[in-house]
């Protein structure tokens, strides 16, 4: 057979692959808000009577009212699958029910608070993998998320509120859905409502008018929400109906990142983050995160702590979509540098602490340091990116 007519069969064959697995799997609907309050809620089983009134077999799995009067109005007349009792620590807490969605497979559910943590000992750790279980099977969900649980935007969100939000889904779940819708409010109308009674009781108003909803807070998380709209968007407009790129391979961004990490939590998190954030931006080829073990790191010279939150750090880079890179050395640079050849790297993302100025910071000895004045001796084309911890 001529190997241009191969070819062409097999890409056939791969778009008919794509057809049939998408048949199979559900789809995804997220509802994306600036803050709780916005009406994400309220909008799902807006959505949820339309679906049920066009003859749509539709399910209310899980959805978080926090007794709010127009919520609580909405589900009247919706099919409600009853929550199970899950005990913990001599104590019945209520999950959504997945085994129970999957045995009624119903066309289309709806499953709030997407960034929720399970009861421990449940099938999965988090609702977000609930949900990948029940597209995989075939149902369609109808989601809901705030903007400061997207795992890359923590430290932005942490900068802006002051607020640690423990609870975070991977950005690759708002990648892989079909449909982000963004809800959106006025900060005043956000904080009427706030005012009113309409988002939480009256004892808790005064603390977080003083707090997390603060106008500059709002503001700002309005306008990261905006932005990840927009990202996904621009997803699924390089996207055709057969999924391969609009953009031909040739013409795609060919940029490769690598985030160089060390046993420092709180700045290898910092610098993962936001080299997905980065990657993302740039529509880069592909991007790695690369953690050099010296002899001072070896597993009998640091704490079990650290050990931990090292895997931690490795394990988010790959739910972000990172590739893992370890390499055991005592000259970082160098290895930085066989690293970045080898995979063809375009641009390294490194740390540097924030505790003095700027160019203090970089030109004082340190690895940061060498790095820089390695790469601009050095024969090959590349861009430092610094991140401040």
């Known amino acids: ?21 998408e048949r199979r799997r559900g789809r995804l609907k997220i509802y994306l808000g600036l803050a709780a309050g916005v009406g994400k809620s309220f909008r799902m089983l807006q959505e949820a009577h339309d679906l049920l009134a066009h003859g749509v077999n539709v399910l209310i799995g899980y959805v978080e009212t926090h007794g709010r009067a127009g919520t609580v109005a909405q589900l009247e007349g919706l099919p409600l699958l009853p929550r199970k009792s899950v005990f913990y620590k ?11 969605i999957l045995k009624q497979r119903p066309a289309v559910v709806v499953v709030d608070e997407l960034a929720h943590s399970n009861v421990p000992g449940s099938r999965h750790d988090k609702r977000w993998q609930d949900v990948e279980e029940l597209v995989a099977a075939g149902i369609s969900v109808i989601t809901a998320v705030n903007v400061q649980h997207l795992e890359s935007l923590h430290d932005q969100v942490l900068r802006i509120t002051g607020t640690d939000v423990t609870e975070r889904v991977p950005d690759a779940i708002l990648r892989a859905a079909d449909e982000v819708i963004n809800v959106d409010l006025t900060v005043d109308e956000l904080r009427s409502r706030l005012q009113d009674g309409k988002i939480y009781t009256p004892d808790k108003v005064p603390a977080a008018l003083a707090n997390f909803f603060r106008p500059e807070h709002l503001l700002q998380l309005r306008e990261l929400a905006l932005r990840e709209v927009t990202r996904v968007l621009g997803y699924q407009i390089e996207s055709n109906a057969g999924g391969a790129p609009a953009v031909a391979p040739q013409r795609r961004n060919a940029d490769r990142l ?19 954030r980065l990657a993302d931006r ?21 704490g079990l702590a650290t050990q931990r939150h090292l895997l931690n750090n490795l394990q988010l880079a790959t739910e972000l979509g990172g590739q893992i890179l370890r390499v055991k050395n005592d000259d970082v640079v160098g ?14 993302v490194c740390g540097v602490t924030s505790e003095k100025g700027t160019w203090e ?6 690895i940061t340091n060498d790095l820089i004045r390695a790469v601009a001796r050095g024969p090959h084309e590349l861009d430092i990116y610094l991140v401040s911890y």
């Open 1 to 21: 057979m001529d190997p241009a007519e191969e070819s062409l069969r097999d890409q056939s064959a791969e778009r008919f692959l794509r057809l049939v697995q």
């Open 90 to 100: 001599g104590r019945a807490l209520e999950e959504m029910d997945l085994d129970g």
């Open 258 to 276: 690598l985030a160089c990490i060390n046993s420092n939590n709180r700045a290898a998190k910092e610098i993962i983050r936001k080299t997905s």
């Open 282 to 302: 740039f529509g880069a080829a592909a991007w790695y995160v690369l953690y050099v073990q010296t002899g001072r790191e070896t597993a009998d010279r640091i």
């Open 335 to 348: 290895a930085i540098q066989r690293v970045a050849l080898e995979k063809n790297v375009t641009l390294l």
């Open 361 to 366: 910071r970089i030109s004082r000895r340190g």
